[in-house]
């Protein structure tokens, strides 16, 4: 079993911190406590969310977890391609430095393994026919 934890980028962190400090300075000087307390749940929410995303390589399947949001198991037989991605779409990634993994005969999911040529080389053992477009 190998775990690989999501690349954390600053282009995903910085803004919603400048969002969440100008938010939550507005309330402090406006004496909004309700509205703290929803900000303070709501930082600690994305905090979890980020730190605990992974993915893990269990035998045959990759699992695929973001806190307690999502929980997907793929067959690793059932990967056709992996390219490199820079979508905005929301996804298990705490980074726009994602991959794209293809599997099944039309299911994708955008990651974020921090460690790509290495997570790349685990899937490729069990499943050397994933076509890997990722330009060096």
């Known amino acids: ?11 995903v962190v910085i803004p919603i911190g400048v ?6 300075t507005m309330m402090v000087i406006q004496k909004a406590w309700p509205g703290i307390a929803i ?6 929410f994305i905090v ?3 730190t ?11 699992r695929i ?3 307690f949001i999502i929980n997907k198991l793929i067959a690793i037989d059932s ?13 298990p990634a705490a980074s726009l430095d994602r991959l794209e993994v293809f599997y099944n005969k ?5 990651i974020s393994p921090k460690y790509k040529q290495e997570f790349l080389a685990e899937l490729r053992k069990i499943n050397p026919t994933i076509e890997i477009n990722i330009p060096a």
């Open 1 to 11: 079993m190998k775990r690989f934890y999501s690349k954390i980028g600053l282009e």
């Open 19 to 24: 969002i969440l400090g100008v938010t939550g």
């Open 39 to 44: 900000l303070l749940i709501t930082l600690l």
């Open 48 to 50: 979890h969310l980020i």
């Open 52 to 62: 605990t995303t992974f993915y893990q390589i269990e035998g045959g399947k990759l």
């Open 65 to 67: 977890k973001s806190g």
């Open 79 to 91: 990967i056709r391609k992996i390219q490199k991605s820079n979508s905005l779409f929301s996804s």
């Open 106 to 110: 039309y299911d994708s999911v955008l």
